[in-house]
């Protein structure tokens, strides 16, 4: 009878086993027997939180790259138009520059027709001197060159383009085996210091002086 028992308590023994294994619902069930009920559940409540966040977090992950995806056009896009600008900003500088230079060659060609002499007055030219002196305005009869500048701020710069227009002289003369008949320097903007440096380099290398337009 005690073996019988004994066998029995073995059977149940296993097969409870089997299913706290198995059953989810029975394991809950003696757990909460067991005491261990309010601990289960904040344990459950813990895991549906968890899961939520973890579906929230790639929601949320999705929306960020979403945004970027955004971002990152719209950078490349103002990136496009910065490029676009400068190329446009390049290129009115450069229009600006050439209209002053064909403004400078319209007022020597005056000065010239006042003084009785008909030229043909030309903008950026490039002599054929030690390889090619760029001259912004040339006159080859009677033997004229000019330098133009739209903005000086500094006597250093203005040194810099009267030096330039000497260097041009000097290969147009060296290019025609003439004398320079007239120097003319073009500016459209600058600074009184900067003015009064010009007009007295101008006395120096006798050189016309023109001041805006």
């Not at 989810?24 to 909460?32: N, T």
């Not at 138009?81 to 390049?90: C, F, G, K, T």
């Not at 009115?92 to 050439?98: I, M, R, S």
Request: hydrophobic content about 40%.
């Amino acid at each position: 009878m005690k073996k019988n028992s004994k066998n029995h308590r073995e059977n149940l023994k296993k097969t409870l086993l089997e299913l706290l294994k198995k059953d989810e619902d029975f394991r809950y069930e003696v757990m909460g027997l067991l005491g261990y009920k309010e601990i289960i559940d904040e344990i459950r409540q813990l895991r549906r939180d968890f899961n939520e966040f973890v579906k929230l977090s790639e929601e949320r992950w999705k929306e960020n790259e979403k945004r970027w995806e955004e971002n990152n056009k719209k950078w490349e896009e103002n990136q496009r138009v910065i490029r676009w600008l400068m190329v446009a900003l390049q290129e009115l500088k450069y229009a600006v520059g050439v209209g002053f230079e064909f403004y400078t060659a319209f007022v020597i060609k005056y000065i010239l027709k006042q003084k009785g002499v008909e030229a043909d007055v030309r903008t950026h030219v490039n002599l054929p001197v030690d390889g090619y002196k760029e001259v912004d305005v040339f006159c080859d009869e009677p033997l004229i060159v000019a330098e133009t500048s739209l903005s000086l701020r500094s006597i250093e710069e203005a040194e810099k383009k009267i030096e330039k227009l000497e260097l041009a002289a000097e290969s147009a003369e060296k290019l025609t085996g003439k004398k320079v008949f007239m120097k003319f320097f073009s500016v459209e903007f600058a600074t009184k210091e900067v003015l009064e440096f010009l007009h007295k380099k101008a006395q120096e290398k006798n050189i016309e002086l023109i001041v805006g337009r």
